[in-house]
């Protein structure tokens, strides 16, 4: 599939653009921000949205905060949503920023000794490190900040994303959330996969099922998928 076909369909705000308006204040919750790059893919397709991003990662807090902390209606947490409040190590690599997680790396992963994730930068010798991180819950933070609302919720936890669910039992429960699109990686990189289970015995119970998988890293040379984002759409909002 060439470059222009994949822009044109796999693309997750192509799915939400369905159900809001581009104008309209909508509520992301930005699980993983990074250096955000998903605040400006949401603020482009919805400039009104309120966004609330999430990143631990002191280096790469501090390169968000130095492009968006002037940005209306977008709020930054220097903290990890997790399954529990406290303290935990996250795991980083000194050679990328984009590969933290509260899992630990699998440096004995074929995946890497293969070099499959080149973006990863993660190799057998690289120089990996952990930095003690405060961790909250997502339905923490709903009561804390007074959110009525999330319209849609972005995980992109390296391999984490089961326990950040389990943080947001209330909110899912409660039917305070529209859409959750989330990376889910097969590979053991990050210690270990994550399968559509793991993430489906944690929503399909409170109404959410498959709309699209919007983004797919595969190997070509051995055909194998590494990871794909798959939006969940919430069916006691939405029909489908």
């Known amino acids: ?3 222009r076909l994949s822009t044109k369909f796999f693309d997750r705000n192509k799915c939400f653009s369905s159900f809001y308006e581009a104008e309209l204040p909508i ?7 990074n250096i955000g790059q ?3 893919v949401f603020r482009a397709e919805f400039p009104n949205s309120v966004i609330h991003s999430f990143e631990p990662e002191p280096k790469a807090f501090s390169q968000l905060q ?3 902390e002037h940005l209306d209606h977008t709020y930054l947490y220097n903290f990890a949503l997790s399954e529990k409040k406290g303290l935990a190590p996250l795991h980083v690599n000194n050679a990328c920023l984009s590969t933290s997680s509260l899992n ?9 000794k293969n070099g499959v994730h080149p973006k990863l930068c993660i190799t057998e010798v690289s120089q990996l490190d952990s930095v003690v991180v405060k961790t909250e819950t997502i339905d923490n933070v709903i009561k804390s900040l007074g959110v009525e609302k ?5 995980l992109d936890c390296q391999s984490y994303e089961p326990l950040v669910l389990e943080g947001a039992r209330s909110a899912l429960n409660s039917a305070n959330i529209d859409f959750i699109t989330t990376e889910i990686t097969f590979d053991d990189v990050y210690g270990k996969g994550v399968s559509f289970a793991d993430i489906e015995n944690r929503i399909a119970p409170y ?7 919007c ?4 190997d070509l040379k051995r055909m194998r998928t590494h990871w794909v984002e798959a939006v969940y759409i919430n069916t006691n909002i939405y029909e489908i």
């Open 38 to 40: 998903s605040i400006e």
């Open 66 to 68: 130095k492009k968006f």
């Open 150 to 154: 999330i319209n849609i919720l972005k």
């Open 104 to 112: 630990p790396f699998n440096t004995q992963s074929l995946s890497i």
């Open 27 to 33: 509520i992301i919750f930005d699980v993983g921000a």
């Open 207 to 213: 109404g959410f099922r498959i709309y699209d998988i």
């Open 1 to 3: 599939m060439n470059a």
């Open 215 to 218: 983004h797919l890293y595969k």
